[in-house]
């Protein structure tokens, strides 16, 4: 079983010809309200490849909350560990244009999630095969989930989105870490291959369209991305991350879960939204052995 303490999300998303410049007003040629936040997402990322998730996180009381709520429970994530918290929940604005985003995001609710709830769900803890961090709530309860974690012997995957949040004596309490390469760098201040090969076996870091890497103590492993159509590549970091959960709390090898969040991250940038195209464990391996 998979536990996310996290992030959730509703995001606001426009998509537009071209980004506007500072002070300019450009028209739009979509607008849509989709279920979003790094915790969910991931968790929900899991859960349609399989695995028994569930989640730990704050919505508000407002109608967004309702939805993400009734999102979460469509997806089979457990719900137990959600609370419903008076005022707004979080939400994210979400700029799509030129092939990429730009997001604003509004904690609300996410603020909430205070380190006296992980004594909480203490018991979700001590159930997980994983536990799955982002940095989308507040620091401090990232820091005692990972003390929790420690203290009951709990691996931890940590994807630190944004990088801000993110602290160096995290590290030790922390299995994998799953930065893009930007995140890498603001976190360690040194060139990945040196960071890699400090963490052999537990930094894993995605290259967007290229795939992603390792250092498995010997040599550097690159894991070549699947070329497709892209559509919309929000979200796309955390399907990689939710499917290298799943990869490894049901046994794969660190390459063989590498190369499946790949397929289905490739899988996910085809459709619109965060969660639009988080794909099934049969529809990752139809990917796997069509470029067999
Ligand atoms: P985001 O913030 O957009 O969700 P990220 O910056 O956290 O993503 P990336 O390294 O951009 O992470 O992408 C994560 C993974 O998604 C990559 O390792 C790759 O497997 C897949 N991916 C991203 N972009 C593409 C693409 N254009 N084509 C195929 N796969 C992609
Ligand atoms: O990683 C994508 C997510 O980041 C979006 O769903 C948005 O809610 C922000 O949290």
């Known amino acids: 079983m998979i536990t996310v303490i996290g992030s959730a999300n509703m995001d606001l998303v426009v998509g537009t010809e071209n980004f506007p410049d500072q002070g300019e ?129 709990i691996p931890v995957m940590l994807n630190p989105a944004p990088a801000s949040g993110f602290e160096l004596d995290m590290m030790p309490s922390i299995k994998y870490l799953t930065p893009n390469e ?31 890497r390792f250092f498995d103590g010997e040599k550097h492993v690159i894991v070549e991305s699947f070329k497709t159509n892209v559509v919309d590549t929000t979200g796309a970091g955390d399907t990689f991350n939710g499917a290298l959960a799943h990869g490894i709390v049901t046994g794969m090898e660190l390459e063989q879960a590498v190369r499946f969040a790949n397929a289905a991250a490739s899988l996910s940038v085809e459709k619109f939204g965060a969660q639009g195209g988080m794909p099934s464990f049969e529809e990752v391996e139809a990917r796997l052995e069509e470029r067999r």
Do not use: W
């Not at 979700?124 to 989308?136: A, D, G, H, N, P």
């Not at 894993?204 to 795939?211: E, P, Y």
């Open 25 to 153: 007003t450009v028209l739009g040629n979509v607008f849509d309200t989709v279920p979003g936040g790094k915790g969910a997402n991931q968790a929900i990322a899991a859960a349609r490849l399989g695995s028994e998730t569930h989640m730990a996180a704050c919505v508000g009381n407002d109608m967004f909350g309702t939805s993400i709520l009734n999102n979460l429970e469509q997806n089979k994530v457990g719900v137990t560990g959600v609370r419903v918290v008076e005022g707004a929940s979080g939400i994210a604005n979400i700029l799509l244009s030129e092939g990429d985003n730009r997001i604003i995001v509004v904690p609300g609710a996410n603020s909430s999630l205070m380190p006296s709830y992980i004594d909480e769900i203490e018991e979700l803890i001590k159930r997980s095969k994983l536990v799955m961090l982002q940095l989308e709530i507040p620091i401090p309860t990232v820091i005692y989930a990972l003390a929790k974690c420690q203290a009951l012997n």
């Open 182 to 212: 930007t995140e890498c760098e603001q976190i360690f201040g040194m060139d990945m291959v040196s960071a890699l090969e400090k963490y052999p076996n537990r930094l894993i870091i995605t290259l967007g369209s290229d795939g992603a």
